[in-house]
């Protein structure tokens, strides 16, 4: 059986089958709905129910809590149409959706940056053009059927010099992929991706200044950002909060320190949790969300891009919605959820 999604206030129209859930469906027909991990662990995804009816799929409470269902809103990574379905949701425009493709990847680079994140750099095929938004990921396929998500560092125009892409991944000790990364991986090893994914790119139709939030890895995406922002010539005013526990966190601050003496309009404020004397920090301290906060209390006439840890997210999209003024739809997001962070 196939029913039909229309989603508002686009008015664009696309089918699911009976049992596929609505983002499938909308990803494999080029509709761009707004999505971040596909595990229902996020909650960028969520939309309002108009009409019809969803049955949901295993997903956090965090990302869909019981009184937002009961609100009539869904997930529509796990959501799946029982009837013809209406929803309003914040849609990627229709020249956004860049076809997915699978593909072979060798190791070009495994650059250790930091005790725990490597830049992984990885050749495409030659005659494979892949075409992404500064912000998007990728994701592994792992010969048991696994997938691990990984942020593009590098902005799309960087290809012009070699077909390849940009990772930065840090150690999770026990984890399926980064302990195999970290200990055997080597260059020319094969592997195999599949994207572009996700939503997380920069608004170009607004000329709203911009706050762009990290923690950790979490800087990726928005070091691609930069570099697309950079090389369009976007001259929107710019501040970047980059948080870790410790400065060795901060794994390439010398790249950032370089592009503020060419981007005058871009600010940087990084902010560390945790040093120790031998530190020798002088900075900002605390929790990296805190200091946006402290620095914009309102944020009413912004637009904010926050990638990192699910905590420093969530606790973003809630504060700055509520006590900083931020629309909710200028929210956009791109958290790291792990293995764990899905179950």
Request: glycine fraction near 8%.
């Amino acid at each position: 059986m196939t029913f039909t999604i229309t989603v508002e206030p686009s008015g664009r129209v696309f089918s699911a089958e009976s049992g596929e859930a609505i983002l499938a469906a909308g990803i494999r027909q080029g509709i761009g709905l707004p999505y971040g991990c596909k595990d229902g662990a996020c909650g960028s995804c969520k939309c309002k129910l108009v009409s019809g009816s969803v049955a949901h799929g295993p997903h956090q409470a965090k990302a869909l809590s019981a009184e937002e269902e009961a609100a009539g809103y869904v997930l529509t990574c796990c959501g799946v149409a029982q009837s013809d379905v209406t929803l309003e949701s914040r849609q990627v425009t229709e020249a956004g959706a860049f076809p997915i493709k699978k593909m072979p990847v060798r190791v070009s680079s495994l650059e250790r940056a930091s005790h725990d994140v490597i830049v992984l750099k990885l050749q495409l095929p030659a005659a494979d053009a892949f075409q992404y938004h500064a912000g998007q990921y990728v994701e592994f396929l792992l010969r048991d059927g696994d997938r691990r998500s990984y942020s593009m560092a590098n902005a799309p125009h960087t290809q012009a010099s070699g077909n390849w892409v940009e990772l930065h991944l840090r150690h999770m000790p026990g984890g399926k992929f980064t302990d195999h990364a970290f200990a055997t991986m080597k260059e020319k090893d094969i592997l195999r991706i599949e994207g572009p994914y996700g939503s997380f790119f920069l608004r170009e139709d607004s000329d709203k200044p911009l706050v762009l939030l990290a923690s950790g890895t979490g800087f990726a995406p928005i070091k691609a950002l930069i570099e697309h922002m950079q090389h369009k010539g976007i001259t929107r005013p710019a501040t970047l909060y980059w948080g870790g526990r410790r400065p060795s966190d901060l794994y390439q601050n010398a790249w950032v320190e370089a592009q503020l003496a060419t981007m005058p309009n871009l600010r940087y404020v990084p902010v560390i949790s945790d040093a120790l004397p031998e530190d020798a920090w002088t900075g900002r301290t605390g929790f990296v969300h805190s200091a946006v906060l402290q620095d914009f209390p309102d944020l009413s006439g912004h637009q904010v891009y926050a990638c990192g840890a699910p905590i420093v997210v969530d606790s973003a999209r809630a504060q700055y919605t509520a006590l900083a003024g931020l629309p909710p739809e200028e929210f956009y997001a791109d958290s790291f959820t792990s293995a764990k962070d899905k179950v």
